[in-house]
């Protein structure tokens, strides 16, 4: 299981090699800009991914996303972040 | 465990220094071994001993000087990509015969091995992008 991380935001190019550099039970972390796709106008490009879709929390705050995003997807501080590296073999940042 | 960062992007230019930045202070208030912060591409810049940014802004080359400082975190700093940015320690400078330099301690110019070591070495490696 590895953890892909990506800071570009849906309308990017970066959003699809990312989806299909990825595992069947690989988690995606949206950082950075990326959190834009943590909207629920955009929750039709992570449909390959329901469920294993996470956002940095500290990142959607910045922007002022945390009360807007899709409530499917799930919100990490920078210490889930960090739990998250710990339990995947390794992490893979796309951007 | 031991994590060791790869920062590719300058900072003010993008969010990756700032990322960087508060993953590896959480990395450290969480217990966790930071064996190395690898400045490399575009990242060197976050060495720029002259860097004055204005005082109402977070200074980002003196944050990871101070990380370094308190916790003995190695900055390594490639040195290929940042000879051709103008980033010089004094070893460089006088080789190269250039007026001062723009690189200093706790900052070090190393080699891509090093980066390659710290990929080898420990258990996890993040890397940071423009």
Redesign the interface.
Known sequence: MLLHTL?RPPTSQVLAQALAGMGPDDKLLL???GVIGALPAHREHFNRVAGRLYALQ??LESRGLLPLRDQAVRVVD??G??SM??TCE??V??? | MRYAILLLDAPYTSQASHSALRFTRALLARGHDVEGVFFYHDGVHNAARLAAPPQDEPHLVDSWAELAREHSVPLQVCIAAALRRGLLDEQEAARHGKLGASVAPPFELTGLGQLVDLGLRCDRLITFGP
Do not use: A, C, G, K
Request: no cysteine.
């Open positions: 800071n950082i950075e800009d500290e990142d920078v210490e972040f960090i590296t710990e390794r992490t940042s796309w951007y």
